[in-house]
């Protein structure tokens, strides 16, 4: 049965993309600026997480660095949720405009080539308008996955969110969706992945920002399997509507070692691309949540729940 909280929880989803949508840009900006300042003064365990995963990517920051960080940061998670409110009602034209990527031609040609292609990001700025400018600028369609929400009405209205930006949804759970993502793959597709979080408790360990976490192999598994092409990517805001981003160069596959070997020194490359746009910008890495081993119980149990991503 669905608890008063998820039900709770559910409404205010569906109210922020009915409503929030209507507003004009500027009201739309002051509010998402104002409840993320309201909810930083109010320092909950999501803020206080944000704060101490800030302390490992910059270990020098003082107290007060840190606390500015972490308003910077809820700022910039605010501004995520009120784009991403606001995207199904953006023009084509206002998709294209709002994103700006560096090195893109490392997507193109690898696309042009027909091996298919996997896009791995980690929880940098607003990814789904990243999708959204594929599926509009480049008219590129693609498969991602979502992770599986309470209550299921939630889980829906993000799948439906997504599939409205020109996205295929499939849910992390259920054991078909490793499989789906390879067909396309195969096919000369697209895959796009949020991958700095590992939510099965199953993933590979890497070196991250010198201490031990633990991210999905699937990224390093599908390129291994099916030939495709895998590609980091970065992503950050600045002083202006535009959102900015980078496709990193691709990771390749080692040409020896086993399966294991092989994925766990390509995850590793992920995470260090991860770092290097995580250490440029961290007030725009949204990880509310443990990552680290160190912070995890000691059995090692799976993350709390994220935003609606994989």
């Known amino acids: 049965m669905t608890s008063l909280k998820e039900r709770l929880t559910d409404g205010l989803y569906g109210l922020g993309w009915s409503a929030v949508k209507t507003l004009p ?81 490392h997507l193109t040609d690898g696309l042009a080539s027909g091996r298919g292609v996997v896009l791995a990001l980690p929880h940098l700025a607003n990814w789904d308008l990243a999708g959204a400018w594929v599926t509009t600028a480049l008219e590129t369609p693609f498969t991602t996955v979502a992770e599986r929400l309470r209550p299921e009405s939630l889980y829906d209205r993000f799948v439906a969110y997504r599939e409205g930006l020109g996205m295929e949804v499939l849910p992390h759970t259920g054991g078909s969706a490793f499989g789906t993502l390879a067909r396309r793959l195969r096919e000369g597709g697209l895959v796009c992945l949020v991958a700095d979080r590992d939510l099965s408790s199953s993933g590979v360990e890497v070196d991250f920002f010198g201490e031990t976490a ?37 990771v390749e596959v080692p040409q020896s070692g086993t399966r294991a ?38 059995a090692k149990a799976p993350p709390e729940s994220g935003k609606g991503t994989a």
């Open 25 to 105: 840009e500027p009201v739309a900006t002051r509010l998402g600026r104002t409840v993320a300042d309201l909810a930083w003064k109010r320092r909950g365990k999501g803020v206080q997480r944000l704060e101490s995963n800030y302390a490992r990517v910059v270990p020098d920051a003082s107290p007060e660095r840190l606390a500015e960080l972490s308003r910077a940061g809820m700022r910039s998670y605010l501004r995520y949720w009120m784009e991403s409110f606001r995207l199904p009602a953006w023009s084509a034209d206002r998709v294209r405009n709002g994103f700006e990527a560096k090195d893109i031609h």
């Open 214 to 250: 633990r991210m999905p192999a699937g990224p390093a598994l599908l390129a291994q399997q099916t030939g495709a092409l895998l590609l980091p990517v970065t992503l950050w805001y600045d002083d202006s509507p535009v959102m900015r981003g980078r496709v990193h160069p691709p």
């Open 261 to 298: 070997e092989r994925t766990s020194l390509m995850t590793q490359a992920l995470a260090d691309a991860f770092a290097q746009g995580i250490a440029e910008h961290p007030e725009d890495w949204h990880m509310l949540q443990r990552l680290w081993l160190d912070d995890l119980d000691p």
